[in-house]
């Protein structure tokens, strides 16, 4: 019985077996030639290009290591604008040989950029990774200060000159100013029709003082990579001491002693002052006091005279050495309140003139005693 079942359900199956071959399509049950694809590399990176500028060629193979033609190739395009791609492959790639994908970075603006191109073929689809960084022109500027020194009043210096070297990938253009804020000071440049990646230019300064003095001024110019400014300085003849005065305390109680401190600067760049000298004459009220401790440093060999009681303090012999403050001290009281001006006077040189010197106002407040209160 068990025999008989088996043989009908074999009988069965082998019927849908028969139907299964009849139905099932031709060329499916025999697999025919297949196209292949390898590509390499599927990422590139441009590295740093001068915007405005393209970069050299990137290749990309696209190999069939199938056996049927690769065909039917729709897209490659880069989305970035970019980045740009040709290829030789839309004809068609016979199996076991190559073709290839061409691509170029060419930067608008400066930063990081970064994008794909995807393509499709009969043997799928491929994604080439792509990126590159866009840089602009770059200064360097040397040297950023110049110094004409001495120039006679109505003679013109030296040239000197400042060079200005594009250290960027792309052009270095829109030189815009320049021209020194002081009119003694003059410049000209060959800057204007731009600077190349790696080349330089320059601009030539000149120093025409129309006057004894101290000048400083600048120049400042603007770029596609920047601004940038030179500072400019030059002297004609020699120009008196500057001076400043301060007292310790300010103010000060009446009958208490306050210090006065006068500090002579040389405000020249190249010369030397000497023989300076003031004749100090405090006002009514104010006196050396008791105790004078009068003393100067930074003054070369320079006397000073303030004799306690006094109401003159006298200076001589000085030299201003360039970089180097004078300092001079000295003890003053006042018996009565009251707001006192101190000045100088002239200050005297024998190779700067006379210079006008300075002046402080001494407060002098009243010596006040607060009794406790007593309560009945």
């Not at 600077?195 to 601009?203: E, I, K, L, N, R």
């Amino acid at each position: 019985m068990k025999l008989l079942i088996l043989l009908r359900e074999l009988k069965v199956v082998w019927k849908w077996l028969v139907v299964i071959a009849l139905l099932w399509p031709a060329g499916v049950m025999a697999a025919g030639p297949l196209p292949g694809l390898w590509v390499t590399p599927l990422e590139l990176d441009f590295g740093p290009v001068g915007v405005g500028t393209t970069s050299a060629p990137q290749v990309v193979t696209i190999l069939n290591p199938g056996s049927a033609t690769l065909t039917n190739f729709a897209g490659g395009a880069p989305i970035n604008p970019q980045f740009t791609g040709t290829q030789n492959c839309a004809g068609g790639v016979a199996p076991g040989a190559s073709c290839t994908y061409t691509f170029r970075f060419s930067p608008t603006a400066t930063g990081v950029f970064s994008t794909t191109s995807s393509t499709s073929t009969n043997a799928g689809p491929f994604i080439i990774r792509l990126r590159g960084e866009g840089v602009g022109a770059r200064l360097h500027v040397t040297p950023l200060e110049l110094d004409f020194g001495q120039v006679e009043v109505g003679a013109t210096s030296a040239p000197q000159m400042v060079t200005i070297r594009n250290v960027g990938l792309a052009q270095l253009t829109n030189f815009a100013g320049g021209a020194p804020i002081n009119p003694r000071f003059t410049a000209t440049q060959n800057c204007v029709s731009g600077v190349a990646p790696g080349a330089s230019c320059t601009y030539t300064f000149y120093f025409s003082p129309t006057a004894t003095g101290v000048f400083s001024t600048t120049s400042n110019t603007s770029t596609n990579a920047g601004p940038f400014k030179i500072t400019l300085h030059g002297q004609s003849g020699v120009v008196p001491p500057g001076a400043t005065m301060s007292f310790t305390p300010n103010p000060v109680i009446q009958g208490g002693i306050s210090r006065m401190e006068l500090t002579l600067s040389n405000l020249n760049r190249v010369s030397v002052i000497d023989d300076v000298s003031f004749n100090m004459v405090l006002p009514p009220g104010v006196q050396v006091a008791a105790i004078p401790q009068a003393s100067v440093a930074g003054c070369g060999a320079a006397t000073l005279s303030a004799s306690a009681g006094a109401n003159t303090i006298s200076f001589a012999g000085g030299r201003l050495l360039l970089g180097v403050r004078c300092r001079v001290q000295v003890n003053l009281t006042a018996p009565n309140a009251g707001e006192y001006t101190i000045s100088t006077g002239l200050i005297n040189t024998s190779n700067s003139g006379a210079g006008v010197g300075t002046s402080a106002v001494l407060q002098v407040i009243q010596f006040k005693v607060f009794l406790p209160l007593v309560q009945r």
